[in-house]
């Protein structure tokens, strides 16, 4: 039986993105916070929030998020969960494990930028980007 590994994600910029170039490609990442409030037993208000570790490689994508997402903006991801292994130089031998969010969809729900254009706030525009490859399976 195949699995389904799909991650849908609404939240804010934490960060504004890095950008890194390799032979084959860039890779734009940021980080992005989503919150919940819920009460305790004792009826006090109790927030939390979760940070992921966003990664974008699809080109048109990275494009968009390159020129439109900033910190404090609200977006809205679509991917899958992704893990890799990595090694720091001050901990020689010791494995980490990353975890993250590869994209294959984005829209920007709000951003409080202004616009170079015409100077106005872009609050409620959506830009949205997605991989235009079709790979379904059948």
């Known amino acids: 039986m195949r699995g389904v590994n799909k991650v849908i994600i609404v939240g804010t910029v934490g960060r504004d993105p890095e950008v890194k170039t390799f ?12 919150n919940e409030s819920y009460k305790d037993k004792n009826g006090n208000l109790v927030e ?4 992921h570790n966003i990664s974008i490689g699809i080109p048109n994508i990275c494009e968009v998020a390159k020129k439109y ?4 903006d609200i ?30 969809a984005l829209t920007l729900i709000s951003s409080k930028q202004k616009s170079n254009d015409n100077n106005h706030n872009t609050e409620n525009t959506v830009i949205q980007a997605e991989n235009s490859d079709d790979d379904l399976p059948f």
């Open 23 to 34: 032979e084959n490609g860039e890779i734009v990442t940021f980080s992005l916070a989503t």
């Open 48 to 51: 939390k929030t979760e940070w």
């Open 69 to 72: 997402v900033k910190k404090g």
């Open 75 to 104: 977006v809205y991801v679509e991917g899958k969960i992704s893990s890799r292994q990595y090694e720091k130089a001050e901990f020689p031998g010791a494995k980490f494990t990353a975890h993250e969010i590869k994209v294959n």
